[in-house]
């Protein structure tokens, strides 16, 4: 099984500021016959369950605002809000779906 | 619109079984496959069970092995979560949750339910 990790396990970040947040897979998740990276980002709201941000590494979903990247490939991946905003505040889990699906710990972002 | 709504969840003693259903709206539901996750408590997420767009294939986390069993009606819409020999650990909030296909490949997860809260306890 592949085991996700992240770091850092939160951060505070003031408003307009860059967030950075990276994930690391025990193996890598890059299908080399299509050169794809099975790795997504998910964000989750107190109450909410998780909205899908960022798949294939760094395709971002349909209406996700463009302040949030993602980047990597192989096992080492992060996700970047280049200027974080209120509505941000949230948990992030980063996800391989490469074999039977496994998430991150999540990191929480939180405004300093 | 797109829609996934659990339901089935409740308080249920150890050892006890359940069965959770997730009523899909709005797409095709017999051309995804379809997961469980769970949220135990202030804890992060954990894939449990997956089946294919046709119900031919299904896999199983390891901690829910032999115990759970995942299913799906397409005439239906709805998929299900058989859960026997409950214990306490598996208290948590399911969810179900679309595999995104793009012409063929996968794009994670997209669209949720709002999830069901399972409690086990005596």
């Known amino acids: 099984d592949i085991v996700m990790t992240q770091s850092p396990d939160s951060l505070a970040v003031s408003l307009g500021e860059r967030a950075t947040i990276n994930c690391k897979s025990s193996q890598s998740v890059l299908y080399s016959s299509n050169n794809k990276n099975y790795l997504a980002w998910y964000q989750q709201k107190p109450g909410q369950p998780p909205k899908l941000l960022i798949y294939?590494?760094?395709t971002r979903e349909s209406g996700v605002p463009d302040r949030f990247s993602g980047s990597g490939s192989g096992t080492d991946f992060t996700l970047t809000i280049s200027s974080l905003q209120a509505e941000d505040v949230a948990v992030y889990y980063c996800q391989q779906y490469y074999s039977t699906p496994s998430f991150g710990p999540g990191t929480k972002v939180d405004i300093k | 619109q797109v829609q996934l709504v659990e339901s089935g969840g409740g308080v249920v003693q150890p050892g006890r079984s359940l069965r959770l259903s997730c009523a899909a709206s709005g797409f095709t539901f017999s051309s995804y496959g379809m997961h469980w996750v769970r949220q135990a408590p202030g804890k992060g997420l954990e894939w449990v069970a997956v089946?294919?767009?046709?119900?031919?294939?299904?896999y199983y986390a390891d901690s829910v092995k032999g115990r759970f069993t995942i299913s799906r009606d397409n005439s239906k819409n709805t998929l299900y979560l058989q859960m026997n020999s409950l214990r306490a650990e598996d208290t948590a909030v399911y969810y179900c949750a679309r595999e995104g296909d793009d012409y063929g490949d996968s794009r994670a997860f997209d669209i949720w339910g709002q999830g069901t809260m399972v409690t086990v306890s005596s």
């Open positions: 089946i294919w767009y046709d119900g031919s294939n299904k």
């Open positions: 294939w590494a760094s």
